[in-house]
């Protein structure tokens, strides 16, 4: 494509660029990257941190619930279960008691709330 642009300003292979047609005739040779290894090579990265502390910083300010399932699928483990145990009370003004998994149950007056609640990690 350039070299067709160049052909139509009255360019001939083998002439210089420029004004006096002194310029380089070589193109420029451009080293392309073909190993796909990115920025950082495989002997320079960093090593994995462990321990709860990375995870939580992650997970601050998310929604408890989000923050559990999000909490799974980075160890790989199952998913937990949303069980309600019992609800109770009017239309108007009900009860629910929700269970995660392994968790101790936890009562709360909407069901939302109550699986919120039941998704927190006490400290």
């Known amino acids: ?27 420029i040779i451009i080293d392309f990257k073909v190993d796909r290894k990115g920025l950082v090579a495989e002997g320079e990265k960093p090593q994995k941190q462990t321990g709860g502390l990375v995870v939580t910083k992650d ?4 929604h408890p619930v989000s923050a559990l399932i999000e909490l799974c699928n980075k160890r790989r483990i199952i998913q937990p279960d949303f069980v309600m145990v019992h ?9 629910f008691l929700f269970k995660v998994g392994h ?19 006490n400290k």
């Open 1 to 27: 494509v350039g070299e067709f642009l160049m052909r139509k300003m009255g360019w001939r292979t083998g002439e210089g660029l420029g004004r006096n047609r002194e310029g380089t005739v070589e193109p």
């Open 59 to 62: 997970l601050m300010g998310k």
């Open 87 to 95: 609800h109770s009370g009017p239309d108007h003004r009900k009860n």
């Open 103 to 121: 968790f101790d149950p936890l009562l709360s007056k909407q069901q939302h709330p109550a699986r919120r609640l039941c998704s927190k990690v």
